[in-house]
């Protein structure tokens, strides 16, 4: 079945600093791929999202490449900011019933 | 703006009432929205599937009696955790899909406190 693999956080970092959220999957077919950010006592929000191999999603600074060839999404920005902490779920959409999730990654940026 | 309303945000109950969630479309109609429960610090967890017109679709050891899913119209479902107990206290998100599923958006979830 479709699985998706995060990074454990929490991933602590101070303003301005380069970040990596790295992810991989497992899916049947060629499936989408999102980024989904959550802040605290917060729903759900589409950060990015990239619909085949090669594209590249961004939004708010924050970029990830589809990687068919090694099966990667990772999430990257270049200088990270206090507001930017959150708990980050990469997610896959194969065409079966619902979006697969990552266990997400918490992210605490520090001023 | 938000395109998927859930509403109470938050909700302190009694054990052994029932609370009722709901889950609106407000800019496009919606034939199917799932329903997530959040466990601390973990990812969210389908919990059912919700079918404009028919029963919803529980997924493998999710109590379809005590978590009540109704999907009357095309841009609104409801959860009801019905003779809830303090283990029900969680995190609730449902989601609408739009556009094959392409994108899903997510409501903005229910804080249920069970006491």
């Known amino acids: 079945g479709d699985s998706v693999t995060q990074m454990e956080g929490p991933v602590t970092l101070s303003e301005e600093a380069f970040l990596t959220i790295n992810c991989t999957y497992t899916?049947?077919?060629?499936?989408?791929l999102f980024w989904y950010v959550q802040y605290p006592g917060e729903g759900l929000q589409l950060l990015l999202k990239?619909?085949?191999?090669?594209d590249k999603g961004s939004n708010k600074g924050f970029e990830a490449t589809y990687r068919k060839e090694t099966t990667s999404f990772h999430l990257e920005k270049g200088s990270v900011q206090v507001s930017d902490s959150a708990v980050y779920f990469c997610?896959?959409?194969?065409?079966?019933?619902?979006?697969?999730f990552g266990k997400g990654t918490m992210l605490l940026v520090s001023p | 703006g938000a395109v998927v309303s859930q509403h109470p945000s938050r909700v302190i109950c009694k054990s052994g009432t029932s609370v009722k969630i709901e889950c609106r479309s407000l800019d496009f109609q919606a034939t199917t929205m799932f329903w997530y429960r959040q466990f601390p610090k973990q990812s969210l967890m389908l919990m059912a599937t919700?079918?404009?017109?028919?029963?919803?679709?529980?997924e493998q050891g999710v109590e379809k009696d005590k978590f009540l899913i109704n999907h009357a119209s095309l841009t609104l479902s409801t959860l009801t955790v019905t003779s809830a107990h303090p283990e029900d206290s969680s995190f609730y998100i449902c989601s609408a899909p739009r556009g094959g599923n392409t994108e899903a958006f997510f409501g903005q979830g229910t804080r249920l406190t069970v006491v």
């Open positions: 997610a896959l959409y194969s065409g079966y019933s619902t979006l697969t």
């Open positions: 919700s079918n404009e017109g028919s029963k919803a679709t529980y």
């Open positions: 990239a619909t085949k191999a090669d």
């Open positions: 899916a049947t077919g060629y499936p989408s």
